[in-house]
Every structure is written in C-alpha cells, then in structure tokens.
C-alpha cells in the first residue's frame, strides 16, 4: 500500500517545516507527501527543498481557491492507492504511518478518523485549547478518541480513506463542515469508517484565543449547513452548546433579579471542568486556561449554532457564498 499524504497550506511556512521534519522521521517510508500551495504569499517552498532528499514530496503551487479545492487537487496529482488528510499545524509522530498500515491490515478501513493529543512543545494556550476540544465535559471526547454521543465522522485534521472512495464519492466541497459532509457520502455510498484510537496526531491548533473563538463559531455555523444538505444528519446532542448559551444568558438574569443562588450550576459545572482539566494536564495554570478555553469551545460553538439557525431555518437565508468561506477560513 502506497500513501498520498495530502495538506493544503496557506501562508505558513513555519509550520510546514515542522509537518516535513516529522514525517521525515517515519519508520514506515511507503509514502509520498501532496503539499499544496494555496496560493500563498508566504510560500514554503525553501522548507520544502531542505526535505527533498529524505522523503517524497509532491509540491504544486496553484491559485487561491480555498483548502477543499487544495484537497481536491492533491487527490488529482496524488499516486497512492490512500489518501491521508492532514491540517498545516499538526506534527505526526514516528510510528503514525506504522501504526495506521498494521490497523488497515488487521481491521481495514475503507475510511479512517484519528484522534488528537497535545505535544510537549504546545504552549500552555494550546494545550488548554486541546483540553477544550478533547474533554468528554466540551465535545463529547471524540476528538480525544473517546466514547462519545454521535457516530464517529472522521476530521480532515487525520483523516484517511481509499482512492476508491474518491473514485465513488468525490471529493470535498466549497462549504462549512466539508470533512463530515464527504464522510456521510462516504458512508451513504456504502463503505466502512472506523475511528483508529492509536493513530493519533498532535494538533496545534489556533495559538489565539480570539482564533479559537472564531474558528469554533464556523463549527456550530457548519452544524446548520449539514442539517440543511442531510436532516436526519441533527442529533440531540448538537443542540447542547446552543442551550448552554440560552441557559446561561437565562441563568444570569435569574441570579440578578430573582436569587444569586441560580449561579450554583454553573458553579458546579466550572468545578467539574477545572478539576478534570487538573487530573488530566496535572498542571494548575493549564487547568485555569482550560476554563477560558472551553467556555469559548461551546459559547463559541452554541452562537455559531444559533446565528446560522436564525439565519438559514428561521429566514431561509442561503448558504454563504464560496468567496466568504475562503476568507473565513484563512
């Protein structure tokens, strides 16, 4: 089996450097990496050089049309008979590759999603965005790689599937939520996904909290977006941030002029997030982050949900035209 590794990049040659190094230390060589430039100001193309000798590298430099065309693009130059997806900002680790080729041996996969986990290097802001994005009490742990309360839709972030899947489902489209929506045609034209809990990566994510904040307000947008394209794609559990926020706007005028005593869930709910942050991060200003990070998670999140429900369900608004995504997502 030959991978196609494939990662749109924009304006980021710092982070591309340490992406190539990492999979220069692969102990699985049989790969080749799909950089795509999407038309970038910044281009890596000297990171890329500095690699060329150690592993295979597939560097296209085109236009600026946005990384679900980028994705694409790589899916057409790719040679691979399996395509893994990966963000710019991940760091894969040695044995990744390794990993992944014994599961698709002993449990394949026509399609496959990989958890995350934070790196030694991460500043303190991103291992508290990685709690955020990975505790049970935010998300529902599945981007952590564990249990959680809806089926598995593998992320571009370490996302992996065969080229017979793109042959039969297409690629990704010009959207909020492109990674879920290809995995249920992946699901709907009849192939396997599975969540392979030891192929992980480490994740970088935004390094800014104002990023975060942003970045998550598109998920709960893109949850609409997804409902629209697919209605039975909407379950119980994606309507919790949206909830959290209209509770808590409702919890706080309670407590201003009914009883302060309304505050004790809250209380109780930060109580349960601080303490588990600390179990997990065993570090106290990590834990403090954590509640900054995940109250910006789903608030983030839940707003998101609301304003494109607002907007699309209520006044039957369109979806956001290709131009806005793109920036959107710089």
């Known amino acids: ?84 997806f990966f963000d710019s900002d991940c760091i894969i680790p040695p044995r990744y590759l390794e990993t992944v080729s014994r599961l698709l041996t002993d449990d394949y996969a026509d399609c496959f999603g990989g958890p995350d986990r934070e790196h030694p290097s991460f500043t303190l802001i991103q291992k508290a965005i990685n709690y955020a994005m990975t505790s049970f009490w935010t998300t529902g742990g599945i981007r952590g790689g564990k249990v959680n309360m809806e089926k598995f839709k593998p992320r571009t972030f370490n996302m992996g599937f065969s080229r017979a899947v793109y042959e039969k489902a297409g690629g990704f489209k ?7 929506d290809l995995s249920i045609r992946i699901g709907r034209a009849g192939f396997t996904t599975k969540l392979y809990r030891d192929a992980y990566v480490y994740h970088k994510r935004r390094t800014g909290l104002l ?33 959290f926020v209209i509770g808590s706007v409702a919890i706080i005028l309670l407590a201003l002029f009914v009883s302060p005593r309304f505050l004790a869930l809250p209380a109780i709910y930060l109580s349960v997030l601080f303490f588990d942050a ?50 959107i997502y710089k």
């Open 174 to 180: 010009d959207m909020y939520g492109e990674d879920i």
């Open 211 to 243: 990023r975060f904040y942003r970045q998550v307000h598109i998920f709960g947008q893109a949850r609409i977006d997804l409902y629209k394209l697919y209605p039975d794609s909407l379950k119980a559990v994606h309507t919790l941030p949206a909830l």
């Open 1 to 84: 089996m030959l991978f196609s590794l494939i990662v749109p990049i924009y304006n980021r040659p710092e982070e591309a450097h340490e992406l190539i190094e990492s999979l220069s230390l692969q102990t699985f060589t049989g790969f080749e990496l799909v950089l795509v430039e999407d038309g970038s100001t910044r281009p890596c193309r000297d990171e890329v050089e500095k690699f060329r000798t150690k592993i295979r590298i597939r560097y296209i430099v085109k236009e600026n049309s946005g990384r679900s065309d980028s994705r694409n693009v790589g899916m057409e130059n790719a040679t691979g008979n399996y395509f893994i």
């Open 278 to 327: 600390l179990l997990k991060t065993k570090n106290l200003r990590i834990a403090g982050l954590s509640l900054i990070t995940s109250l910006i998670q789903i608030t983030g999140y839940g707003s998101g949900f609301i304003r494109s429900f607002v907007r699309k369900v209520i006044f039957h608004k369109g979806p956001e035209d290709s131009e806005t995504i793109k920036k």
